[in-house]
C-alpha cells in the first residue's frame, strides 16, 4: 500500500460498531479536542472533527479539498480498498473548482425544486402499493419493516430514475449495501468496488442500446456528445460517467433509508410524541428534520485534505496533506450547540443540522429525501396507527460502519388485524 502521510501519531481506533457505540465515540472525541488523530482501517491516520463549530469552519473552508489524487502525490489509486469508492472517483462529491462547476450542473437540473415536487405522485403510488403489500401479511407475525418498506422507498425511486433495469437492480442494491461497510477483510472490499464498477458499466452499455427517458440516459449522452459542447465547457469522461452514477444511485438512496427506519423507531419508543404529530400532520417536518439532527444518515463521508496548516487552537494544527475526517452527525448532537441533544424531541426549537453537508457540497438530492420521508412516514402511520417495535428500540442492530448510520433490520408488529 502507498503511503498516505500524517503529521499526528494516532492512539485511538475509529470503531465500526455503529450505532450507540458510535454515538459514544463521537462524543469522547468531541471531550479530547477540536480534532483528533484517529487510526483508521488499513493503517490510515486522520483527524476526527465532532465539535459542531469545526465541522462548520471545515467544511467550507479554503484549505481543505475533497480531492485526493490532486494533493496528495504519494496516493496510488486502488492501494487502500475500503477507501476506494470514495477517493478514486471523479465526482462532483471529490471534484474542486470549475471540475465541480461542470459537474454540479449536469445533475443538479434534475433535482430542482419542480422537478422533485413533480415526483410526489409517483412516490405516493409507490408508497401506497408496498403498504398494500404489509397489510397483506398476517398480522400476528412481526415484519422486518426496514427490508420491506424503509429500503424499498428510496431504492426504487432512484432506480427508476436512472432506469436501473429490473435484473440488475437486486445486486446493485445489495454491493451499494456492502461498500459502506468499513469492518470488512481487505479482499472483500476490492471485490465489492470493482463489482459495483462492473455493474455500472453494464448499465452503460445497456442504455447505449436501448437510451431511455432516464438520468443515465442523459448522462451518457452528454459523454457521449460532449466534444460538441457550446458553452466551451469539458466533456463528461468516462470515468466521471462512472464515478457520477455511483454517487447518485448509492447516495441517492442510503440516506432516505437511514431517515425512515431512524424515525419510525424513534416515534414508536415515543407514543406521546407520535400521537402529538397524528393529532396533527402538520407537524411531520418537525419529525423528519429532528430525526436528521439525532441521527444523521450519514455520519462520517470520506475524506478531505488539508492543502494548508490549519491551526484550530488548543495545540492542534492540521499540516498540509493530512486527511480529515468530518463527522456530519457531530454538529447536531454538540452539547455546544444543542441541550440534551441526544434526545429526540420534536418540540425542541433548534433543529439544525448539518446531515445534508453545507457550501459548495451541499446535497443536492435533499429536497428528495425529505419529500420521499414526508410521504412514506405519514401514509404508514396512518395505515397502520397500532403499529409496535417488535424488540426494544435500544436492541435494534446498527450497521458495522463509520460511514453510514444505517441498522440491519426493524422488527415492528403492524397491528392491522387489531379491532
Not at 430542482?112 to 404489509?134: F, H, K, N, W, Y
Not at 439525532?294 to 478531505?304: D, S
Not at 426494544?392 to 403492524?414: H, K, S, Y
Request: net charge negative; proline share 7%; glycine share 8%.
Amino acid at each position: 500500500m502507498s503511503a498516505i502521510a500524517f503529521s499526528a501519531s494516532p492512539t485511538t481506533t475509529l470503531a465500526s460498531e455503529g450505532g450507540r457505540c458510535m454515538y459514544e465515540q463521537v462524543d469522547r472525541l468531541r471531550e479530547s479536542g477540536p480534532a483528533v488523530p484517529v487510526r483508521l482501517p488499513e493503517g490510515v491516520g486522520a483527524w476526527s472533527v465532532t465539535r459542531g463549530d469545526v465541522v462548520r469552519l471545515l467544511l467550507t473552508h479554503p484549505g481543505v479539498s475533497r480531492n485526493l489524487k490532486k494533493n496528495v502525490p504519494s496516493y496510488e489509486p486502488g492501494s487502500v480498498p475500503w477507501l476506494s469508492p470514495w477517493v478514486d472517483v471523479d465526482s462532483m462529491a471529490t471534484a474542486e473548482g470549475s471540475d465541480h462547476a461542470r459537474l454540479r450542473k449536469l445533475i443538479t437540473p434534475a433535482f430542482s425544486p419542480r422537478r422533485t415536487d413533480a415526483l410526489r405522485g409517483q412516490i405516493e403510488a409507490l408508497v401506497e402499493r408496498l403498504l398494500d403489500e404489509l397489510a397483506a401479511r398476517p398480522s400476528d407475525e412481526p415484519v422486518d419493516l426496514h427490508t420491506a418498506f424503509s429500503y424499498r422507498v428510496p431504492t426504487e425511486v432512484i432506480c427508476d430514475l436512472f432506469g436501473l433495469p429490473d435484473t440488475q437492480r437486486p445486486e446493485v442494491l445489495r454491493l451499494f449495501r456492502a461498500v459502506g461497510e468499513t469492518d470488512v477483510p481487505e479482499e472483500e472490499s476490492i471485490a465489492v468496488y470493482q463489482a459495483l464498477v462492473d455493474e455500472m458499466h453494464t448499465l452503460i452499455a445497456t442504455k447505449r442500446r436501448e437510451p431511455g427517458d432516464d438520468l443515465t440516459s442523459f448522462l451518457l449522452a452528454a459523454h457521449e456528445q460532449g466534444e460538441a459542447r457550446a458553452d466551451g465547457d469539458a466533456p463528461l469522461s468516462e470515468h466521471e460517467l462512472i464515478s457520477t452514477l455511483l454517487l447518485m444511485i448509492g447516495g441517492g438512496s442510503t440516506t432516505t433509508i437511514n431517515l425512515i427506519d431512524h424515525t419510525v423507531r424513534e416515534l414508536l419508543a415515543r407514543p406521546d410524541q407520535l400521537a402529538a404529530v397524528q393529532a396533527d400532520p402538520g407537524r411531520w417536518k418537525d419529525v423528519i428534520e429532528e430525526s436528521l439532527r439525532t441521527h444523521c444518515p450519514v455520519m462520517h463521508l470520506p475524506m478531505r485534505w488539508a492543502t494548508e496548516d490549519i491551526d484550530l487552537g488548543e495545540g492542534v494544527v492540521i499540516r498540509a496533506g493530512d486527511a480529515i475526517l468530518i463527522c456530519y452527525g457531530a454538529h447536531g448532537r454538540d452539547p455546544g450547540v444543542h441541550e440534551a441533544p441526544g434526545s429526540f424531541d420534536i418540540d425542541r426549537a433548534d433543529k439544525d443540522h448539518l446531515a445534508f453537508g453545507l457550501g459548495a457540497h451541499f446535497c443536492p438530492g435533499s429536497r428528495l429525501a425529505r419529500l420521499e420521508a414526508d410521504v412514506a412516514l405519514p401514509a404508514l402511520f396512518r395505515r397502520f396507527p397500532r403499529m409496535a417495535l417488535g424488540v426494544d428500540a435500544d436492541d435494534v442492530e446498527p450497521v458495522r460502519t463509520f460511514i453510514g448510520n444505517g441498522i440491519t433490520a426493524l422488527p415492528v408488529l403492524l397491528g392491522h388485524g387489531q379491532a
